[in-house]
């Protein structure tokens, strides 16, 4: 990562934090466990990588990034909603070095209101939908404060309305779509059917993101202005090999960088690229580890370790890695019809992390 790229997003971690964290904000949630729930992922070191391509995409078309604050601070908390849910979903114990809400409720459901085990379990999973539903009001709430910045209302209303429609649904829909291809037969996998899922599930968000700050620096509510097309395409794509770059890390990334486990998306049964590239390659012994071990969540982690070895030796990893490479390139293009700044250019050196970032 260059270090203009790494300053900057630093400085949009901290000011989306600070913003996240205003006092004014914690008297909305209550009981004490759901407001612990609530701060609980924001008050961890994030990536911010939505709210920084939103912030450069407003620098980018010659607008004002303080005024675009509260929407990317909208847009970290609206992620991180779903991170809560899809935690949840997968049933994963951690997330950025802690444990995740639906773990942390159980935690206190145990130890402060000294419920059994199972009624615990029932606490936390509860906690954690509620949780969710709370931050994505939050996040609504969050864009709307843009008016108070000046951004005019008819903007703010076009951005509202596009991601409490479009963008939410086809996030959602792209979960449900991730969850359907985990029940799915290896052998009935295709490539295009995984990445319309990562289209959905991860880069509809980003590009909403780059769309919003080029809508908010343009002051414009037209979705279909060259400009905010062309981040929007941009970012879409980079967001899609975003994904592609979280399923290799989820096998070979450093657990301790990652702050979530390795090996758990192979217990899980998630239906990456690099598997369904693997096991096309695979001859039926190989196919037989790969069917036993993969959604197996008893896997041990000597067998989890062989099936690491196997997608790499068949080279679905290395396939993937190619695969996200090329939404990049195909990504760049896009920010031709852009004039030449500073903000550009670091969207160009954010499409470039998002392949070779280890974290």
């Known amino acids: ?50 709210p920084a391509v939103l912030l450069f995409a407003c620098g980018a078309v010659g607008g004002d990034e303080s005024k675009a604050l509260p929407a990317a601070a909208g847009i970290e908390l609206f ?80 951005l509202i309305t596009r991601l409490e429609s479009q963008v939410i649904n086809a996030v959602i829909g792209g979960e449900l779509l991730d969850i359907r291809l985990s029940c799915t037969p290896i052998e009935q996998l295709t490539e295009d059917a995984i990445v319309r899922m990562l289209r959905m599930k991860t880069g509809a968000l980003y590009e909403f993101a780059a769309a919003a700050g080029a809508m908010i620096g ?76 993969l959604g197996n969540r008893r896997a041990t982690e000597t067998q989890t370790a062989e099936v690491v070895g196997l997608l790499r030796s068949l080279g679905g990893i290395e396939h993937t890695r190619a695969l996200a490479g090329r939404y990049v390139e195909q990504a760049i293009p896009c920010l031709d019809p852009l004039p030449p700044s500073a903000s550009k250019d670091l969207l160009l050196a954010w499409a470039k992390f998002m392949v070779d970032r280890t974290f």
């Open 79 to 158: 992620h991180t909603w779903t991170l809560v849910h899809d935690d949840l979903i997968d049933h994963d114990a951690r997330r950025r070095g802690g444990p995740t809400v639906h773990e942390q409720g159980r935690q206190m459901g145990q130890e402060e209101l000294e419920l059994t085990p199972e009624q615990a379990g029932h606490y936390g999973d509860d906690l954690a939908v509620l949780t969710g539903d709370v931050q994505h009001a939050w996040s609504v709430c969050l864009f709307a404060e843009l008016a108070e910045r000046g951004v005019p209302p008819e903007v703010v209303l076009a």
């Open 218 to 293: 343009l002051a414009t509510p037209d979705v279909r202005h060259p400009w905010v097309e062309a981040v929007g395409r941009f970012a879409g794509l980079c967001g899609t090999a975003f994904q592609l770059q979280d399923d290799l890390l989820g096998l070979v990334g450093d657990e301790r960088r990652l702050g979530k486990p390795i090996g758990s998306d192979i217990r899980e049964g998630k239906r990456t690229t690099i598997v369904c590239h693997a096991f096309r390659l695979a001859d039926p012994a190989q196919q037989a580890i790969l069917n036993r071990v």
């Open 1 to 50: 990562m260059s270090l203009d790229l790494q300053t900057e997003l630093l400085r949009c971690e901290k000011q989306v934090t600070e913003y996240l964290l205003d006092p004014r904000f914690r008297g909305w949630f209550e009981p004490e466990h759901l407001r612990r729930a609530v701060y609980s992922y924001p008050t961890r070191a994030g990536k911010c990588l939505r």
